[in-house]
């Protein structure tokens, strides 16, 4: 006799063999009931933004233990380390000079971590490094960043140079994630806790967007006024939900391999 299959893995197969479009539905249908019940939960949804970093820095710490345990740094992409620390030193620069706060403590912090794992993959891990891998060009990121910074920024009071740099951070980090994801792409196979970062970063993620989501309901659409006026309030919504989708296939996977008991990844052709 058979044994019954659990719950999450018949609800997973019925997913998987959905075409597209309806995929497509059901990941809007979970946001938006993830959004309404931490609309409910969460009273200042200035914590969600703080939770976002706080969970950042804790997929931080999971590379950094992967580093000192395991003395490897196969699978993980130097170039996206590279790009978070430039848009994390441009964020940090630029809280310091128009808004000092919590935020400015935390970025410290992941920024200070973030250039202890380049610094291990660069000399200490190099042997291990997976470069021929990690093959996704920065300046494809970086460039049209800076060029749509130039163009699109904020229009505060703020000196310009420090708009644009403050739009620059703000499009990078959207995208910074692309060389990981480029990694895993061509290894097919993720190791652990390679995985638990990514999957930190997509909740984190998940959990920016929803600050900015939340904050516009509450506010009524104020804070777009608030932000300035043109294209810029609008680009930092789009960003927000721009990276958010970039890891929402992989955490899909992630759930998954973690319910079906699953120690390694094993991602599907096209997946990211």
């Not at 699978?75 to 400015?104: N, P, W």
């Not at 930190?200 to 309901?217: K, N, T």
């Amino acid at each position: 006799m058979r044994a019954p299959r659990r719950p999450i893995h018949v609800a997973t197969t019925w997913v998987r063999r959905q075409p597209p479009k309806v995929k497509a539905f059901l990941a809007v249908v979970a946001g938006m009931t993830a959004l309404v019940l931490l609309r409910f939960i969460v009273h200042d949804h200035d914590n969600l933004f703080v939770a976002a970093e706080a969970v950042h820095s804790i997929g931080i710490s999971v590379l950094i233990y992967k580093l000192m345990k395991e003395k490897t740094c196969a699978g993980l992409s130097l170039k996206t380390q590279e790009l978070t620390a430039m848009f994390l030193a441009v964020r940090l620069y630029c809280s310091f000079v128009m808004e000092y706060d919590i935020h400015t403590v935390l970025d410290l912090a992941t920024l200070a971590t973030t250039l202890w794992v380049i610094y291990m993959i660069r000399f200490k891990l190099k042997s291990s490094y997976m470069e021929d891998k990690d093959n996704f060009a920065i300046y494809y990121v970086a460039a049209p960043c800076a060029v749509l910074a130039l163009l699109i920024h904020p229009s505060t009071s703020h000196n310009l140079l420090n708009r644009i740099l403050w739009a620059f951070c703000v499009y990078l980090e959207a995208v910074s994630v692309l060389p990981q994801l480029r990694v895993m792409q061509n290894t097919k196979i993720v190791e652990p806790f390679t995985a638990h970062y990514v999957f930190a970063l997509g909740v984190a993620r998940f959990l920016s967007c929803a600050h900015w989501v939340l904050q516009v309901l509450d506010t009524r659409g104020h804070l777009l006024v608030a932000l300035g006026y043109g294209l810029w309030p609008s680009m930092v919504l789009i960003s927000e939900i721009v990276q958010t989708f970039i890891l929402a296939d992989f955490c899909y996977y992630y759930v998954k391999s973690v319910f079906g008991g699953q120690l390694v990844l094993r991602l599907p052709s096209g997946v990211v």
